[in-house]
Each structure stands twice: as C-alpha cells, then as structure tokens.
C-alpha cells in the first residue's frame, strides 16, 4: 500500500490556521513589528538581488527544507528559511523567529505531529521576487495520517526562496505627532506585496475611550500618495485597545501604491468614560500626517 492510498481524503487545516486558534490570546499586532524592527535596520537603498524566475522545484525545496526543520527541532534551520520580514505586520501573531519556532515545535511534540512529505502543487508569481504556492503536506498527528492544503508565499532572500508570513516588502516608522487631542505613536507605513498599511498608536487627550464608526456606519479612512487617493473602511478587528488605555490601528489599503503623504480617518468618536450612559462624547475626523524625515526603514 503506498501512502497516499493509506491517508484519510485530504482536509484544508493548514499549520498556520492550526497554531492561529492555539495562539488567539497572543500580545498584539503592533508590539509584534515593534520588537521587529528593534533586532536591526537595514538601509533602504541597499543593493537588492534580482530574483531568478521562480520554479515548482526550487520553492518546493525551500519548503522541503523549512518543514523538515521543524520536524527535527532544528532552529537554525527554520531561521535560515524564514524571510527577515516575517515578522513585522499582524498576519502572525508571534513577536519573532524565536516565538514562532517555540511555538510550533510546542504544538508539534505535544501533538506528535511529524509533517512526512511535502508536494508543490502549483505556483503563482506574484511580483519579481515573491511567489504564492499551493502546498500539499502529508501529516501524521496523534498515530492518524491525513492531508493539508495550503496556500503559502515565498520571497527570494540572501539568494533562495523563504517562506514569507507577511508579506511586508519594507516598512518605515515615523515619530509621534498630534492632531488636535489625538496624539500619534509609533506611526508606521508597511509597504506589502498588496498595497499598503499604516499602522498607529493611539490616545485622547481628555477622552477615555475612542470608537472608529458606528452600527452600519464604519469609520472610513482615505489614504493620499504620490499615487493618488485610496480608500478603506475600518472594522472593529481593525482597532485594539491595549492595556496602558491606548489603541492600536491597523488600516490595510490593498490597492494603494506611491509614497504616503497624509491618512485622513472619519467618524472617529472620543467618549469622556466607557460603559457609562450620558457622558459627553465627540465625533470628529482625524489627519495622520507623514513628516519627510523617517526615524528608521527596514527592507529586504
């Protein structure tokens, strides 16, 4: 009997969703590019390498090579596979390399989960230099075989493909600014294999809680570049509060391009207190403006 006639039909739970349901509770989207980028910058106009058209065999090797890493427990081995950028937008929620590699090796020793193949499907060339693969792996967990299907992009880095968790091509970080009683922390433009996002802290000055839109009628976001304008809406899974009382926003332009010049954000509402019917609240429209000098970029 070969193997593929002994596993069960295959099923679509891939590693990641499995290890995004045990992580739900993980620290936040925005600490996790913060403890990023604090590993290391590297120059913008640093010297790129132009990437080889891709084939089926030299991203299937990357990904021979990155799930045999985990199933032996070899760190170095997955370090040396995953892109620097992994890291550095909400598409994880591991802080680093060293998180996610502890993470899942966890999760696969507890489990018994050994992944016994691995098959390429197809890929998808996405830009110069990043490609999307339909992976196949054939999995043993808990003594049972099956097959998972997922969709995973590469990056072409240090002269081969890695897996790529992001998407996130450079980013850059600005300092922070106020807009009347708003004030700006940690004001990031995360520049992605798909359009843009920006990324901020932030707080009021004598409002304690903050709402982006309400009932049917979302905050809208409108995002000018050297492009032109693009346009977002701004859901509740886009807005965090944190523990110091402050709020985390992520806003994803999938279509943007250019460099950023200023994000306006409407139907920002500030409330005096939380939970506490009466208290005088205010709606307003916020500018997060992008000043020219940038307090550090990473790229690849």
């Known amino acids: 009997?070969?193997?593929?006639?002994?596993?069960?039909?295959?099923?679509?739970?891939?590693?990641?969703?499995?290890?995004?349901?045990?992580?739900?509770?993980?620290?936040?989207?925005?600490?996790?590019?913060?403890?990023?980028?604090?590993?290391?910058?590297?120059?913008?106009?640093e010297t790129s390498v132009e990437a080889p058209a891709p084939s089926r065999e030299g991203i299937e090797e990357a990904a021979v090579q990155f799930y045999e890493g985990l199933n032996q427990g070899k760190k170095d081995k997955v370090y040396s596979l995953l892109h620097n950028n992994a890291f550095l937008s909400g598409d994880t929620p591991f802080h680093s390399a060293d998180e996610f590699i502890e993470h899942t090796t966890s999760y696969m020793e507890e489990h018994q989960l050994t992944y016994e193949s691995v098959e390429v499907l197809g890929i998808d060339e996405v830009e110069n230099g990043y490609v999307r693969a339909h992976i196949r792996l054939s999995a043993l967990q808990d003594e049972e075989k099956h097959l998972e299907e997922e969709i995973q992009l590469f990056a072409f880095e240090d002269d081969q493909w890695k897996v790529d968790l992001a998407g996130v091509k450079a980013h850059h970080s600005y300092g922070t600014t106020?807009?009347?009683?708003?004030?700006?922390?940690?004001?990031?433009?995360?520049?992605?294999?798909?359009?843009?996002?920006?990324?901020?802290?932030?707080?009021?000055?004598n409002y304690e809680m903050i709402r982006f839109g309400f009932a049917e009628n979302p905050a809208g976001a409108s995002l000018y570049t050297t492009s032109g304008m693009f346009e977002a809406s701004v859901s509740t899974e886009d807005v965090k509060e944190r523990a110091d009382g402050t709020y985390e926003v992520h806003i994803h332009f999938p279509e943007a391009s250019g460099n950023v010049e200023d994000l306006f954000v409407s139907r920002v509402i500030a409330r005096e207190a939380r939970d506490v019917p009466g208290t005088e609240q205010h709606e307003e429209a916020i500018t997060v403006p992008f000043e020219q000098h940038e307090r550090g970029t990473v790229s690849p």
């Open 1 to 45: 009997m070969t193997f593929d006639e002994a596993v069960e039909p295959a099923d679509d739970t891939s590693l990641a969703e499995t290890l995004d349901d045990v992580e739900a509770d993980e620290s936040s989207a925005h600490e996790a590019f913060v403890s990023a980028r604090e590993q290391g910058a590297i120059d913008e106009d």
């Open 178 to 205: 106020n807009d009347g009683a708003y004030t700006f922390q940690d004001i990031t433009v995360l520049e992605r294999v798909e359009g843009i996002e920006v990324a901020f802290t932030l707080s009021h000055r």
